[in-house]
């Protein structure tokens, strides 16, 4: 089935998750979201959960363990991270059309990518809910209810948004949430729980205050294009962007990795050592990387180039970017990687090309090596959406023991040749023009929908038949890069 985005619009509600299965697969309103889960194997637990689809409902299944290195209670969960989903700044919670098959408890719902507390690998505001048994009923959530300060073992919230407002849920997460999760953690168990739809509702007449045609802190101006023509991604005399690191801990490794932003220098230094994991017979990794924010579009642009240089000979380098699946892969074989190694090392700083058909987003997990080139199959080269922003950016030694030091000043797009930046000062008069005259009315028509759903009413149920498929899918994930170090900004 499908539903558009005007149907949302008139009816003056926001919907978010509408279930209408196709294949393994849950789509969601809009484009087709891919849905997986995700258990406490990850860490070193014993969690099983598997999703299926039963009459207009997706059903989460399986058993919460104790994960036996933590003696703690797992966890399994089943999240989607692609869009689109509504701009909810005007609601004041959600509605979660939701029953439960028995007695377990330890449910929680999980939105937006923010890091939660000091801890960067934890993502996301978070918030206790009580499904009721054998029925569905909706439950309202109100964002009050979430905080993203939030014990990793239990899940259980450390710092209410009512006792501290900087956990409650910031309007740039509320403005375009990118991923919402059902999770059963802290408690060990049998899991039962079927989802029919989230709604968000108590949603203003009108559009409020605030509103803007982009989301807040995304900066309204072009890009910054340099003399040459080539794109600015990123300069460390003056970062963007918020840079962290991530390593192999988490999963019984003791690689060590280390970032200082110096700015009075100009330059990031990512040094480190990637050792041996006992427990999987291979060398981890370190990672240096950023989430969100503003990227500019490259996509007219052939490559990548970096002012740096290398204190060591280290051959276990990759770059990545995006957040692309790999096609038919695990959930979080995702991004496009391209090996980066061979770097001149000595005293100066140097410019490094890396041509964007270097990379794949086809890729060994545990070496990071490209499984199928781009050149191989066009299916992996990095597409156009991606290039326009690329989400995630990272720098990894992985799958190759030994000792790192990068020392970054620049990340820039080159090769830009297309119309969108000729001659490096921004689109022509023309082009320009057209562009604002298309957006203007693209914009108004949008908007006006949306002020006339909102005055029809605040909230409306939605009776929907979706053809059904009955299906089951369980995934094995790989490792999660999932253990942090302080970034220090001098």
């Known amino acids: 089935m499908t539903f558009s985005y005007f149907n949302y619009a008139v009816h003056g509600i926001a919907l978010i998750l509408l279930t209408s299965p196709v294949s393994s697969e849950v789509q969601i309103l809009g484009p087709a979201n891919q849905w997986?889960?995700?258990?406490?194997?990850?860490?070193?637990?014993?969690?099983?959960g598997a999703f299926s689809v039963n009459d207009d409902a997706v059903v989460l299944e399986g058993e919460v363990k104790i994960v036996p290195s933590l003696n703690a209670p797992g966890f399994i969960s089943l999240q989607t991270r692609e869009g689109p989903f509504p701009d909810l700044r005007s609601c004041t919670g959600l509605l979660l059309n939701v029953k439960s098959n028995n007695a377990y408890s330890a449910y929680h719902v999980s939105l937006g990518t923010n890091y939660a507390g000091s801890m960067r690998f934890l993502e996301g505001y978070k918030t206790p809910f009580e499904p009721t048994i054998g029925e569905f009923s909706k439950v309202y959530v109100p964002f009050t209810a979430f905080s993203d300060n939030w014990d990793p073992g239990t899940g259980a919230q450390v710092v209410t948004c009512e006792e501290?407002?900087?956990?409650?849920?910031?309007?740039?997460?509320?403005?375009?949430?990118?991923?919402?999760?059902?999770?059963?953690?802290?408690?060990?168990?049998?899991?039962?729980?079927?989802?029919?739809?989230?709604?968000?509702?108590?949603?203003?007449?009108?559009?409020?205050?605030?509103?803007?045609?982009n989301p807040p802190d995304t900066p309204q101006n072009s890009?910054?294009?340099?003399?040459?023509?080539d794109i600015r991604i990123e300069s460390f005399a003056s970062p963007y962007h918020s840079w962290f690191t991530v390593s192999d801990?988490?999963?019984?490794?003791?690689?060590?990795?280390?970032?200082?932003?110096?700015?009075?220098?100009?330059?990031?230094?990512?040094?480190?050592?990637?050792?041996?994991?006992?427990?999987?017979?291979?060398?981890?990794?370190?990672?240096?990387?950023?989430?969100?924010?503003?990227?500019?579009?490259?996509?007219?642009?052939?490559?990548?180039?970096?002012?740096?240089?290398?204190?060591?000979?280290?051959?276990?380098?990759?770059?990545?970017?995006?957040?692309?699946?790999?096609?038919g892969g695990s959930p979080y074989s995702r991004g496009y990687r391209a090996e980066f190694k061979d770097l001149p090392t000595g005293g100066q700083f140097t410019d490094v090309i890396v041509p964007f058909d270097h990379f794949s987003?086809?890729?060994?997990?545990?070496?990071?090596?490209?499984?199928?080139?781009?050149?191989?199959?066009?299916?992996?080269?990095?597409?156009?959406?991606?290039?326009?922003?690329?989400?995630?950016?990272?720098?990894?030694?992985?799958?190759?023991?030994?000792k790192v030091k990068l020392e970054i000043k620049s990340i820039d797009a080159t090769g830009c040749n297309g119309s969108t930046y000729r001659g490096g000062t921004g689109a022509t008069k023309n082009n320009i023009i057209g562009t604002v005259g298309i957006s203007?009315?693209?914009?108004?028509?949008?908007?006006?929908?949306?002020?006339?759903?909102?005055?029809?009413?605040?909230?409306?149920?939605?009776?929907?038949?979706?053809?059904?498929?009955?299906?089951?899918?369980?995934i094995e994930?790989?490792?999660?890069?999932?253990?942090?170090?302080?970034?220090?900004?001098?």
């Open 36 to 48: 997986f889960v995700v258990n406490d194997p990850v860490m070193g637990g014993l969690s099983t």
């Open 164 to 213: 501290d407002t900087q956990y409650c849920p910031d309007d740039k997460t509320l403005y375009n949430i990118e991923r919402f999760e059902i999770m059963a953690e802290g408690e060990a168990g049998d899991v039962s729980i079927e989802l029919k739809s989230v709604e968000a509702t108590g949603c203003d007449d009108s559009l409020p205050s605030t509103y803007t045609e």
């Open 223 to 229: 890009p910054m294009v340099l003399s040459n023509g």
């Open 249 to 327: 801990q988490v999963m019984g490794g003791v690689s060590n990795s280390d970032l200082n932003v110096v700015v009075n220098d100009g330059e990031a230094v990512f040094e480190g050592e990637i050792k041996n994991v006992e427990s999987l017979g291979r060398p981890g990794f370190i990672t240096m990387e950023t989430r969100g924010g503003y990227f500019p579009d490259i996509s007219m642009c052939d490559a990548l180039k970096f002012n740096l240089k290398s204190e060591t000979d280290y051959q276990g380098l990759h770059l990545s970017f995006g957040n692309r699946k790999t096609p």
């Open 361 to 402: 987003n086809d890729w060994d997990t545990h070496t990071g090596d490209i499984t199928t080139s781009c050149s191989t199959n066009g299916d992996y080269c990095p597409d156009e959406d991606t290039l326009r922003d690329m989400i995630i950016f990272s720098f990894s030694g992985r799958g190759v023991a030994g």
């Open 440 to 474: 203007f009315g693209f914009v108004f028509v949008a908007l006006s929908a949306f002020l006339l759903g909102r005055r029809e009413r605040k909230q409306r149920n939605f009776n929907f038949a979706p053809e059904i498929q009955e299906a089951t899918q369980e």
């Open 477 to 490: 994930v790989p490792e999660i890069e999932v253990t942090t170090t302080k970034v220090d900004i001098v």
